[in-house]
């Protein structure tokens, strides 16, 4: 490989794992507190579709993220009523808001498939962006992509060094102790559960505004299901979420170089490669279920039911 290639390469990675980082987050956020959320590919594709309409018709894109995060707040909210205030089963009810998500989106965005926008356009950076190799790759991009940097480092900061963090720390190992001791846990739980639909929104407004400038039914391509396999993978640690999410973008992007080499393979068979690498981490993982369980917040998708 030339050094432009590689440079490529790695810019198209930290664009790539941009949604994931968002997704991620915010689900690791709301497992932090007890509440598991299979719903982020819903979310994801209800954010998508939000925000590339509210574009078309405000023609900001600001006004589109923010649309984007609102839209899947509105589906957290609905998870959150169910699943904490009405103590539904988590997994049951966060399967049943993928299905809805996947299926309001596609009604709601049916006039506007196949209509292209400019998209959020990267920033230039004086100097910095200048810069040989590392210039492209860590200043020329969108927003978006340095929003997701700054959310990672103050959630990185929020369970390490916060109060806050302790607190739904607290209320994802032992929900009873906590009430007992004064922290709102159905508060906490409902927070950390907006933030995460917030989060998810955001990566469905970069796909829609900034990866793909477009809207497309089920563009999500499975995201919301490797963000939460990347929580798992993490050990429910940002930093380890970050990386993780840079491995998928970078198996991604690897598949559409070797379709540009002289590898036979059927390109379907190479698209799959970032998933199969999922798959076999996830596998890895699994080995060593003490570990894991050990890692894992104790009260994930158990419902608090308050005696008061």
């Given at each position: 490989?030339d050094?432009?290639?590689?440079?490529?390469?790695?810019?198209?990675?930290?664009?790539?794992g941009?949604p994931l980082i968002?997704i991620?987050l915010?689900?690791?956020?709301?497992?932090k507190?007890?509440?598991?959320?299979?719903?982020?590919e819903?979310?994801?594709?209800?954010?998508?579709?939000v925000?590339?309409i509210?574009?078309n018709?405000?023609?900001?894109?600001s006004l589109?993220?923010?649309?984007?995060?609102?839209g899947?707040?509105?589906?957290?909210?609905?998870?959150?009523?169910?699943?904490?205030?009405?103590?539904?089963?988590q997994?049951?009810?966060?399967?049943?808001l993928t299905?809805?998500?996947?299926?309001?989106?596609?009604?709601?965005?049916?006039?506007?498939v196949?209509i292209?926008?400019?998209g959020?356009?990267p920033?230039?950076?004086?100097?910095?962006?200048?810069l040989p190799?590392?210039?492209?790759?860590?200043?020329?991009h969108?927003?978006?992509?340095?929003?997701?940097?700054?959310?990672?480092?103050?959630?990185?900061?929020?369970?390490?060094s916060?109060?806050?963090?302790l607190?739904?720390?607290?209320?994802?190992e032992?929900?009873?102790a906590?009430?007992?001791?004064?922290?709102?846990v159905?508060?906490?739980?409902y927070?950390?559960?907006l933030f995460g639909g917030?989060?998810?929104?955001?990566?469905g407004?970069?796909?829609?505004l900034?990866?793909?400038?477009?809207?497309?039914?089920?563009?999500?391509?499975?995201r919301?299901w490797?963000?939460?396999?990347?929580?798992v993978?993490?050990?429910?640690?940002?930093?380890?979420?970050?990386l993780?999410?840079?491995?998928?973008?970078?198996?991604?992007?690897?598949?559409?170089v070797l379709q540009?080499t002289?590898?036979?393979?059927?390109?379907?068979?190479?698209a799959?490669m970032?998933?199969?690498?999922t798959?076999?981490?996830l596998v890895?993982?699994?080995?060593?279920a003490?570990?894991?369980?050990?890692?894992a917040?104790?009260?994930?998708?158990?419902?608090?039911?308050p005696?008061?």
């Open positions: 490989m050094i432009d290639l590689i440079t490529n390469v790695l810019y198209a990675t930290l664009r790539t941009t968002m991620a915010g689900e690791m956020v709301c497992e507190s007890g509440v598991l959320n299979l719903g982020q819903g979310m994801l594709l209800v954010g998508a579709v925000g590339f509210a574009v018709i405000t023609g900001s894109y589109g993220v923010v649309f984007a995060m609102l899947g707040c509105a589906m957290a909210m609905l998870f959150g009523w169910m699943s904490i205030t009405l103590a539904t089963n997994i049951a009810t966060g399967l049943a299905i809805f998500g996947g299926g309001l989106s596609a009604f709601i965005g049916a006039s506007y196949g292209g926008l400019e959020i356009q920033i230039y950076i004086p100097w910095l962006s200048d190799m590392i210039g492209k790759i860590l200043f020329q969108d927003p978006l992509v340095y929003l997701s940097f700054v959310l990672f480092l103050i959630i990185y900061w929020v369970f390490r916060s109060r806050l963090g607190n739904i720390r607290a209320v994802g032992n929900p009873e906590a009430n007992a001791i004064g922290i709102p159905q508060a906490i739980r927070g950390a559960v917030a989060m998810t929104g955001m990566a407004a970069y796909l829609s900034v990866y793909t400038p477009m809207w497309t039914e089920g563009m999500s391509a499975g919301g490797i963000a939460l396999a990347l929580v993978f993490a050990s429910w640690k940002a930093e380890r979420i970050l993780g999410a840079w491995l998928f973008g970078f198996a991604s992007i690897l598949h559409l540009g002289r590898f036979e393979i059927h390109p379907n068979i190479m799959t970032p998933y199969v690498a798959i076999l981490v890895w993982l699994s080995s060593d003490i570990k894991t369980r050990m890692s917040p104790r009260s994930i998708g158990q419902p608090f039911r005696l008061n």
